[in-house]
C-alpha cells in the first residue's frame, strides 16, 4: 500500500508540475521529464516532427519542445553573423540550463506529490515518513539509472519521425540533396513547357481567340520562400508569352536579410514585374524587389505598365510570426483603411484605372465601383467574385489567387500539400478582362498539373470611368 500510493504521488506530481520554460537560441522551448521505461529524450519540432534520441535508459523521459521562433531574436541572428556565432556557444548553457531546471521542478512536484498522497491516504505520521523516504530513494534511483546510462554518442543516432524523416539525407549529403532537387526542378519545369505547349492545339478548351493586341498578365501571389515557384513561373513567362508579371505580396516569410537574395530571380524573368507588399514582407523586402530592374513596386501609387493602368498598395501590417498571422484577425480596419486611401487615389488622378493590386482582399472592398478589377492573395485559396452591386457604379471582380509557392513551409503541415496556383489574365480591347487561365500544380513533391479556361461574358464586363471617378465617393 505505501509503495502503490508513493509512485501514485510521484507519478501525479510530476505530470501536475508541466513544463519549464526556457530559452534555446532563437526558440521558446518547453522542457519536460515524464515517467517513462524506455527513458530516451525527444526533441520536437512542430510542424516539421521530432527527433528521438536514445540517451538513457527509464524509467523518466525528457521531452524538449522548441514550440516556436522569437521573431526579434531570429531577425537578429538572421542580420548579424556575430549573433549567430555567439548563439552557437550559448545553445548549450541554454539546453543545459533548461533541463536543470525541468528537473528541480518536476522533483519537487513529485516529492510534494508523493508527500499529499501518503498525507491523506496513509494517515499516520509513521507510514507518511515511510513514504517520504521512499519516495525520495526512488528519485534518487532514478537519477542514478539516468546519469549512469548516459549515452554521449546517441546524438549521433537520431531517430526522425514526421517531415523530419527526410534529415539525414540532408545532414548526411547535401550536395546529393542539391543535385536531387535540381532534377525535380527540372521535371516541373519540363511538365509545365509540355502542359503549356499542349494547351495551344487541345480541341476541348474553350476557343479563345486573343487579339493582336492583348496584354498576357501572370497573377502570382504568397510565394512565401518556395525556390520550386520561379522555376514554374519562368517557364511560363514563355511559354505563354507573358507580357507582365503582377505579384500580390508575401513573397518572403520573415522580411530579413538573408531573404532579400530570394527575389533577385525576379531580374531573370525578362518582362516587368509588379509588385504590392505582404503582410510577410518587410520594407526591406521591397527595397530588394524594388532593386530589380524590371521591378515596379506600388505603394498608393499608379502605373502604366505595358499599357495597362494599376493602382496598387501594400498590406499596412507586418506579422511575420505565423501564430500572429493564423490568429482571427484581430483588427481589419487598418487593411480597409489602406483600401479607401487606394480608392481615394484612384479618383484624384482622374485617369481609366484598369486593375487594383492589393495583398490582402479586405482591402478590396473600398475599391467596389471604383476600378474593373481588384487582385488580391493573402488565404492561399484561389477564389474569384463579383462584389455586391453599389447603386450607379458597376460591380468590381475580385479575383483572389492561391498561394503559388504552395504556402512555403506551412503548406506542407497538412497529409496534402498545399497546392502551386497561379493565373494568366488576357486584357484584349479597351484593357478588358476577356478570359483567364487557372493553372494548378499538385503541391510540392508532385507534378500533376491542371489548367482550366474562362471566358468572360464582353456585355459583362466592368468598365472604368472615363474619368476616372465613381458617381458616389467611396466607402
Known amino acids: 500500500m505505501i509503495l502503490v500510493a508513493t509512485l501514485a504521488g510521484l507519478v501525479g506530481g510530476m505530470l501536475l508540475a508541466g513544463p519549464s520554460s526556457g530559452d534555446v537560441g532563437p526558440f521558446e522551448a518547453k522542457f519536460a521529464l ?16 521530432a527527433v528521438w534520441f536514445d540517451s538513457h535508459y527509464g524509467p523518466v523521459r525528457l521531452t524538449v519542445r522548441l514550440d516556436s521562433l522569437d521573431q526579434n531574436r531570429t531577425l537578429a541572428l538572421a542580420s548579424s553573423p556575430d549573433a549567430l556565432a555567439e548563439a552557437s556557444r550559448t545553445v548549450v548553457d541554454d539546453v543545459r540550463s533548461g533541463i536543470i531546471h525541468a528537473v528541480i521542478r518536476h522533483v519537487v512536484a513529485g516529492l510534494l506529490g508523493a508527500l499529499l498522497v501518503a498525507v491523506f491516504v496513509l494517515r499516520t505520521p509513521r507510514r507518511v515518513a515511510v513514504s517520504a523516504g521512499l519516495a525520495v530513494a526512488v528519485m534518487a534511483a532514478t537519477a542514478t539509472v539516468a546519469v ?14 514526421g517531415l523530419l524523416t527526410n534529415a539525414p539525407a540532408v545532414i548526411g549529403d547535401a550536395q546529393e540533396i542539391t543535385s536531387q532537387f535540381g532534377r525535380y526542378r527540372d521535371q516541373l519545369q519540363r511538365l509545365v513547357n509540355n502542359v503549356s505547349k499542349l494547351y495551344g492545339t487541345v480541341s476541348t478548351l474553350p476557343a479563345y481567340q486573343p487579339t493582336a493586341g492583348t496584354v498576357r498578365v501572370l497573377h502570382i501571389s504568397d510565394l512565401h520562400l518556395n525556390p520550386v ?32 537574395a530570394y527575389v533577385d530571380a525576379i531580374g531573370d524573368l525578362g518582362v516587368p514585374y509588379v509588385y504590392v507588399q505582404g503582410n510577410h514582407d518587410s520594407q526591406l523586402t521591397a527595397t530588394a524587389v524594388a532593386r530589380q530592374p524590371n521591378a515596379v513596386v506600388l505603394d498608393d501609387q499608379i502605373a502604366t505598365v505595358n499599357g495597362l493602368t494599376i493602382a496598387g498598395i501594400g498590406d499596412p501590417r507586418f506579422t511575420p510570426d505565423k501564430r500572429d498571422a493564423d490568429a482571427e484577425e484581430p483588427d481589419a480596419d487598418p487593411v480597409r483603411e489602406s ?33 474593373p ?70 503541391g510540392t513533391g508532385r507534378t500533376d498539373v491542371t489548367i482550366q479556361r474562362k471566358i468572360l461574358d464582353p456585355e459583362d464586363q466592368p468598365q472604368p470611368s472615363p474619368s476616372g471617378t465613381p458617381s458616389s465617393s467611396p466607402r
Open 339 to 371: 483600401g479607401r486611401q487606394l480608392a481615394t487615389t484612384v479618383t484624384a488622378a482622374g485617369v481609366p484605372v484598369h486593375l487594383a493590386l492589393v495583398h490582402d482582399p479586405v482591402a478590396a472592398e473600398p475599391l467596389n465601383g471604383v476600378v
Open 229 to 260: 515557384a520561379w522555376p514554374l513561373v519562368t517557364a511560363v513567362v514563355r511559354q505563354y508569352a507573358i507580357d507582365v508579371v503582377i505579384d500580390t505580396g508575401d513573397i518572403n516569410d520573415w522580411g530579413s536579410p538573408p531573404e532579400s
Open 148 to 161: 549512469t546510462t548516459f549515452r554521449p554518442e546517441s546524438v549521433e543516432e537520431p531517430t526522425y519521425r
Open 34 to 49: 515524464t515517467p517513462a521505461w524506455s527513458g530516451g529524450t525527444d526533441v520536437q519540432l512542430p510542424p516539421l516532427g
Open 373 to 442: 478589377l481588384v487582385l488580391a492573395g493573402h488565404h492561399h485559396e484561389r477564389k474569384v467574385s463579383t462584389m455586391e452591386q453599389l447603386p450607379d457604379r458597376p460591380a468590381t471582380r475580385l479575383m483572389v489567387q492561391g498561394s503559388t509557392g504552395g504556402a512555403g513551409l506551412r503548406g506542407l503541415e497538412n497529409e496534402e500539400p498545399t497546392s502551386l496556383q497561379m493565373s494568366i489574365l488576357y486584357f484584349g480591347p479597351q484593357q478588358a478582362l476577356g478570359a483567364y487561365d487557372e493553372i494548378t500544380i499538385g
